[in-house]
């Protein structure tokens, strides 16, 4: 278990943030979309400032799950959109 937590670093950890932050923007509906990235954002955010290694070991795996579990449910989304909203046209960028 130790070498798992040693193994952690950096880029491996931003890694996984984009990975959950491209899967966030496939939710074909924009309330569960900015729901994800805003919750996303700000859980990396709050823990940004961890040291304790086996605290990072143990975030990095719920957010390896929470990360599958997003691939599935953006999949099930695009199965079933809806329309747009009037506030997603303003938002295009």
């Known amino acids: 278990m130790t070498s798992a937590v040693t193994s952690l670093t950096r880029p491996e950890i931003l890694s996984l943030y984009?990975?959950?932050?491209?899967?966030?923007?496939?939710?074909t509906n924009y309330n569960f979309r900015e729901y994800f990235?805003?919750?996303?954002?700000?859980?990396f955010k709050r823990n940004m400032h961890l040291?304790?290694?086996?605290?990072?070991s143990d975030?990095?795996?719920k957010a390896k799950n929470e990360l599958a579990v997003l691939k599935r449910q953006a999949i099930i989304s695009q199965l079933y959109t809806f329309d747009k909203t009037v506030i997603e046209p303003l938002n295009k960028k």
């Open 18 to 27: 984009r990975q959950i932050i491209k899967n966030s923007r496939k939710f």
């Open 37 to 43: 990235l805003r919750r996303s954002r700000s859980e």
């Open 51 to 56: 040291n304790d290694p086996s605290q990072i």
């Open 59 to 61: 975030l990095f795996t």
